[in-house]
């Protein structure tokens, strides 16, 4: 090969390189905005609008129905739907088609060569055209690749089930911040206003003192500690703010609802505290059967025992059936189209040698499900444990909260008719009226606290708040249910709902 030759060669070399590179372009900026403009779009359209005050279980059927997180799950469960519906048809036999047109460049000749004398015995011949057109249709059925197909079939529908108790899991976790945002959203409403309002007179008595120091009227150091006073109540004030400003934004985030949508809740009376009318061990043994975490546990364990038959079946010889149609257009042949048929034995003799290893790490498998399993249900009953210590504990300090509510409006009422009859200072008064309001505070956060360790013990049983079917999907129909649920387990019914 000559110099310039070897030079052409590298340069194909280098421009066959070349051409395999890859390169990814950053994407445009216009493509990100019409992407953004297109998910706010999606993310909350359909979307029933409110109309009027939002109750409880009303806004727990928006988080229901258009919480993403449970858009998702059910998207994800549609998913394992169908790759169960894809994994039956590995059970069917395999099948191949194929059609062509073969051709070489010379004729496909031979000759014969005795085996005695070691001369040519017979002259060069052919028994295929140059061209000629081919087709085939085989199917082949393997008994053993039909069982085990069989049994991960079973194993692909065992995922989609577990994919079901994730998105129940999901939905009880969804309804439980819910509720805890909801009853944090109404003490919101009922103390930001006062909050606002003390603040405006604090700003006030604040600007006054100012004044009067600039006129130099009064004891300085009195006026300056006076005002000290009354920044330290802004301060408390403004930290009470904003522990109750953002409870409506998480709300409405979790119901999905469009940021800056004004929302309002709907009033409630008083202040009920719920009692649990149900033993302990019962609610023990619903949790044990109901969890979703362990129900997961027992398709895990029904997956890892058909691994173990999957290892079984292996060790089995294979019994292989095939048919097939075939054509072929070469002149010579006296049948250009015919079938074939056969019966054969397949054993991989290797198998024999590595099942029992696969048969014992399978039986390990199913034995680590089993422990992971007990594991998780020692865990599942201490939550429940600490939950019903939660509410007893959050139920105890509602009632010392509300408690010390009162005493603390009985004591503002007062220092009111001691300030009109001028008896004592704008500061005391102020100071006075914020210890009520933070008595207010704590008895509300309280209360929330209260109906949210209430929820979490159902939680933690894993009842279902909505029954497996429902007449529709409108939002007044799943608020029925849900309010229904709760209904009868406040009275101790934990059957679930057909």
Same mark, same amino acid.
């Given at each position: 090969?000559?110099?310039s ?5 590298v ?10 590179a890859?390169?990814?372009q ?10 953004a ?7 909350f359209?359909g979307?029933?609008p409110?109309s009027g005050?939002?109750?409880l ?16 799950k ?10 169960? =519906?894809?994994?039956?048809f590995d059970m069917l036999p395999? +099948?191949?088609?194929?059609a062509?047109?073969? *051709?070489? &460049?010379? %004729? /496909?000749?031979s000759?014969?060569q ?9 002259e060069?011949s052919?028994s295929? =055209?140059?061209d000629?057109?081919?087709a085939?249709?085989? +199917?082949?059925?393997?008994v053993?690749?039909? *069982?085990? &197909?069989? %049994? /991960? ?9 577990i994919v ?24 919101a409403?009922?103390l930001l ?5 003390l603040?405006?007179r604090v ?6 003192s100012?004044?009067m120091s600039?006129?130099?009227i ?7 500690g006076?005002?000290?006073a009354l ?8 930290q009470?703010r904003r522990?109750l400003?953002l409870?409506?934004t998480e709300?409405?985030?979790l ?13 409630t009376?008083g202040y ?18 109901n969890?979703p975490?362990?129900?997961e ?6 997956i ?16 292989e059936?095939?048919?097939g149609?075939?054509y072929d257009s070469?002149?010579f ?11 054969k034995?397949?054993?991989?003799l ?21 422990a ?9 009953l ?9 509410f007893?504990?959050a139920?105890r300090?509602?009632?010392?909260s509300?408690?010390?509510a ?15 009859a001028?008896g004592?200072?704008?500061l005391?008064?102020i100071?006075g009226?914020?210890?009520?309001l933070?008595?207010?505070l704590?008895?509300?956060?309280s209360?929330a606290?209260m109906r949210?360790?209430?929820?979490q013990l159902f939680?933690?049983?894993?009842m ?5 079917q ?13 309010a229904?649920?709760?209904t009868?387990w ?9």
């Open positions: 090969m000559n110099k030759q070897k030079l052409f060669g340069s194909m070399l280098a421009l066959a390189i070349s051409g395999c890859v390169t990814s950053p994407i445009e900026r216009s493509v990100s905005e019409q992407r403009l297109s998910d706010l779009q999606s993310m359209e979307q029933e409110l005050a939002l109750t279980h009303e806004a727990m059927a928006r988080a229901v129905k258009y919480n993403l997180e449970a858009r998702l059910v998207m994800e469960e549609a998913l394992a739907k169908r790759q169960v =519906d894809l994994a039956t395999r +099948m191949a088609a194929s062509g047109y073969a *051709g070489r &460049s010379n %004729v /496909s000749a000759s014969s005795s085996i005695d004398t070691g001369t040519q015995s017979l060069p052919t295929q =055209d140059r000629r057109e081919v085939d249709l085989t +199917m082949v059925w393997n053993l690749d039909f *069982g085990v &197909s069989y %049994v /991960s079939a079973k194993q692909q529908a065992d995922q989609r089930l079901q108790e994730r998105r129940r899991k999901v939905i009880h976790t969804i309804i439980q911040d819910v509720r805890s945002a909801y009853w944090r959203a109404v003490a409403d009922r206003g006062k909050i606002d309002t603040m405006t700003g006030q008595a604040r600007s006054d100012r004044s600039e006129q130099r009064g004891d300085p150091i009195q006026a300056l006076y005002q000290r920044i330290e109540a802004t301060r408390q004030l403004e009470q522990a400003s409870a409506k709300l409405a985030t119901i999905n609802l469009p940021p800056g949508t004004p929302l309002s809740l709907a009033a009376g009920q505290v719920p009692e649990l009318r149900m033993e302990l061990a019962s609610l023990e043994q619903q949790a044990l059967t969890r975490e362990l129900r546990q027992d398709y895990q364990t029904r890892s025992a058909a691994e173990t038959r999957k290892a079984m079946l292996r060790l089995l010889p294979g019994l059936f095939s048919a149609g075939h070469n002149s042949l006296i049948n250009q189209s015919w079938a074939d048929y056969g019966v034995v397949t054993w991989n290797f198998s024999v040698i590595s099942a029992p290893a696969a048969i014992d790490v399978a039986k390990a498998g199913e034995e680590v499900a089993t992971r399993r007990q594991a998780m249900s020692m865990a599942v201490a939550q429940l444990y600490v939950a019903n210590a939660n007893n504990e139920r300090q509602f009632q010392t509300q408690e010390l009162g005493l603390d409006s009985q004591i503002v009422e007062q220092l009111r008719n001691r300030h009109q001028q004592i200072g704008e005391e008064l100071q009226e914020l210890n009520a933070q008595a207010d704590r008895r509300d956060l209360y606290e949210n360790a209430y929820g939680s933690s049983v894993g279902d708040p909505l029954p497996s429902l007449p529709s999907t409108e939002l007044s129909v799943i608020a029925q249910a849900l229904t649920s709760e009868r406040q009275e101790g019914n934990l059957a679930p709902i057909e």
